[in-house]
């Protein structure tokens, strides 16, 4: 069983599209994220949500919006897509944000924005 | 700002060589430190070191964390071409993310 999946593996799109990436766990974890791997290979952390609750939105452009319909889930709607969104987005989850637990990362998807 | 650098950026070795890894931080709230490894695709979880001068091991790999002089070292023993792969450093900053440094690419050559 996958822990942590995300879909599609695979994204190519136009310019100016909106496209949704979807997460789940399924390790009960309270606490789920969203990174962008850019080419150089940073992570860089995009959002968190703690129990369905946003904590953390790192000064990412509002075209980006997570949804978490329950904690199990976290969802990343991008609206207008630009070349330089193009990018490997990886979606984690973790116990709970005050626990000292590791993050756990899904396969990732390679968003290609022509 | 919070930042964490690694070092060296690649590395290139031949099997059954030892190759030592290193990461240094400057963050205002340590949580912990942790060591991933990516291959193709997901970042795999090796260690989390959260006190100084306590090793932690699997089979061929360990690392160790100074928390005084801020950094951390993996080292991997008797490489293989498995351990071909970009080792991540992170550190949780005890606001909920992992800031990362920008990797090591180590190639294991037969």
């Known amino acids: 069983d996958t822990a942590v999946s995300q879909t599609p593996k695979y994204l190519v799109t136009q310019m100016g599209n909106d496209k949704s990436i979807k997460c789940e766990q399924n390790?009960?974890?309270?606490?789920m994220y969203w990174y962008k791997q850019d080419s150089k290979k940073f992570l860089k952390i995009m959002f968190s949500?703690?129990?369905?609750?946003?904590?953390i939105n790192e000064t990412v452009p509002n075209r980006f919006s997570p949804k978490s319909p329950d904690k199990a889930h976290l969802n990343l709607h991008i609206n207008s897509l630009e070349l330089g969104d193009s990018a490997v987005y990886f979606c984690?989850?973790?116990?709970?944000?005050?626990?000292?637990?590791?993050?756990?990362f899904g396969q990732g998807t390679r968003l290609t924005v022509v | 700002e919070d930042k964490v650098v690694q070092s060296p950026l690649s590395l290139v070795v031949h099997e059954g060589d030892t190759v030592t890894l290193n990461c240094s931080y400057e963050?205002?709230?340590?949580?912990?430190l942790l060591w991933y490894k990516q291959e193709k695709k997901a970042p795999t979880f090796l260690f989390m070191l959260?006190?100084?001068?306590i090793e932690k091991k699997s089979g061929r790999l360990s690392s160790i964390l100074d928390k005084k002089e801020l950094f951390s070292i993996l080292n991997i023993t008797a490489t293989q071409t498995g351990d071909s792969a970009v080792y991540l450093c992170?550190?949780?900053?005890?606001?909920?993310?992992?800031?990362f440094g920008q990797g090591t690419e180590l190639s294991v050559k037969p």
């Open positions: 984690a989850s973790s116990q709970d944000v005050l626990m000292n637990t590791e993050a756990f």
């Open positions: 390790l009960g974890h309270d606490t």
């Open positions: 949500y703690n129990n369905k609750e946003l904590i």
């Open positions: 963050v205002t709230n340590f949580r912990s």
């Open positions: 959260t006190s100084s001068g």
């Open positions: 992170a550190v949780d900053n005890q606001g909920g993310k992992l800031i």
